[in-house]
């Protein structure tokens, strides 16, 4: 099925979210940690894995008109994309996500200070094909391997518009907020 995305701007949803009589559901998709640190005052974390798994039960509890924020608007739209194959109504991805947001003038609430998954990520990926290509140089070719298994992955993710270091990133201790 393909469908049309919904997509605002970040002024525009600075505007709205201004208006007194505003009836927005603002659902952040990123994970706990990532929200903790910085978020839209009266957003809802959601986590994008919860929130496709239950997204009728997520959106029964949460009163106004839907818009998915994430970092970017990648997993917003992701989230996006469920609702429309779950056949669960209108609503909105915000473009460019929480630092669009910020740069339209948008209020923010700080927490915790950690970086974005995204961020992780490349992090990990660089570190571990430098890895690679520094084993195969001074221990044994052999490393490798682990350099062209990274690339390989990385390819899968862009193909497949998924990220399975992300997943696990999102999963460690440092992402991670206390209840």
């Known amino acids: 099925?393909?469908?049309?995305?919904?997509?605002?701007?970040?002024?525009?949803?600075?505007?709205?979210?201004?208006?007194?009589?505003?009836?927005?559901a603002l659902i952040d998709v990123r994970t706990a940690g990532e929200f903790e640190t910085v978020h839209i005052p009266g957003s809802y974390n959601v986590p994008l894995e919860e929130f496709t798994a239950n997204a009728a039960e997520v959106l029964a509890k949460i009163p106004g008109t839907p818009v998915l924020i994430c970092h970017s608007g990648n997993r917003a739209s992701k989230a996006q994309r469920a609702l429309n194959e779950q056949q669960l109504g209108h609503s909105t991805v915000l473009i460019g996500g929480v630092t669009a947001y910020e740069n339209?003038?948008?209020?923010?609430?700080?927490?915790?200070?950690?970086?974005?998954?995204?961020?992780?990520?490349?992090?990990?990926?660089?570190?571990?094909?430098?890895?690679?290509l520094l084993g195969a140089k001074f221990i044994s070719p052999k490393f490798a391997y682990l350099s062209a298994g990274i690339g390989g992955g990385l390819v899968f993710s862009a193909v497949r518009d998924s990220c399975p270091m992300i997943s696990a990133l999102g999963k460690m201790p440092w992402n991670k907020v206390a209840k």
């Open 104 to 132: 339209a003038g948008g209020t923010m609430v700080r927490g915790v200070q950690r970086w974005a998954l995204d961020r992780q990520m490349r992090m990990t990926a660089g570190s571990l094909v430098l890895a690679g």
């Open 1 to 24: 099925m393909t469908s049309t995305l919904n997509t605002m701007d970040a002024a525009a949803l600075k505007c709205l979210v201004d208006a007194p009589d505003a009836d927005l």
